[in-house]
């Protein structure tokens, strides 16, 4: 046997990792292209709903129409990237309608984030080639910009607020602080109106104590006139 090296080497009929096609369910993903793919598809997948409803609005209804295939072309192809996963990690692609289900579609989703795939071939083929760039940066870059572009809008949202809730509050305090220096101001009204009251009173009690005083006078005079009158039998 001559030990030359051969020319054509035979192709390897049993290759080590499996070919990814992204439309199909047989097929397995791992983690960081289950985040990777997810991002493919949300992006242009919003843009062109954006874009269609946008159109819609503004051009032609026929528009919506578009738009509702491209929402429906999301769905469909979210479930494929699910299947991919759950095949990954040696699981039916039938526990995807759990993302239906709530509860149980946080428990799938932690599945799918979190858990590793199977190590080497399943019953579902040979397992995904090695992650490359791309991935690593629609897989992590992404979703942390997202994260980063969410805080910014809350922060945009939640300022604005905080400072009108600030100036609601200032007002409030003016407000009630007015309402208090007119309750006062009402009173020192009222205080001469009552000084005012007091002295009629006491003026109508005197004149009464007055009329008590003649009253009691006329009944003395009347007392001592009836005692001078003699008696008609004595001055017999």
């Known amino acids: 046997m001559s030990n030359e090296p051969e020319l054509n080497p035979p192709l390897i009929s049993d290759p080590q990792f499996a070919e990814i096609k992204f439309f199909s369910p047989n097929s397995r993903i791992n983690r960081l292209r289950y985040w990777a793919h997810s991002m493919l598809m949300t992006i242009p997948f ?19 129409g578009i738009a509702a295939i491209a929402y429906v072309a999301m769905i ?46 399943n019953k579902y083929g040979l397992p995904p080639p090695p992650n490359k760039t791309w991935h690593w940066i629609l ?3 992404v979703p942390i910009i997202f994260a980063l ?12 607020a905080y400072d009108a809730y600030g100036l609601g509050t200032q007002q409030e305090d003016i407000q009630s602080f007015d309402a208090q ?9 009222e205080a001469p109106a009552e000084e005012d009251v007091m002295g009629e009173e006491s003026a109508d009690d ?24 003699p008696d008609p039998d004595t001055i017999k």
């Open 46 to 64: 919003y843009i062109a709903l954006g874009l269609s409803a946008f159109l819609a609005i503004q051009v032609s209804l026929f528009f919506w």
């Open 139 to 141: 897989g992590l870059g």
């Open 206 to 229: 005197e004149e009464s104590l007055e009329e008590d005083d003649v009253i009691d006078d006329a009944q003395e005079e009347i007392t001592a006139e009836s005692e001078e009158v």
């Open 149 to 160: 572009l969410g805080i910014l809008a809350a922060l945009f949202v939640a300022i604005p």
């Open 181 to 189: 220096n007119d309750a006062e101001s009402d009173l020192l009204q």
């Open 76 to 121: 469909v192809f979210g479930f494929v990237v699910i299947i991919q996963r759950l095949h990954d990690l040696d699981k039916s692609g039938w526990l995807s309608l759990l993302i239906l289900v709530p509860v149980a579609n946080i428990v799938l989703l932690v599945l799918l984030v979190f858990f590793k795939g199977t190590e080497g071939s």
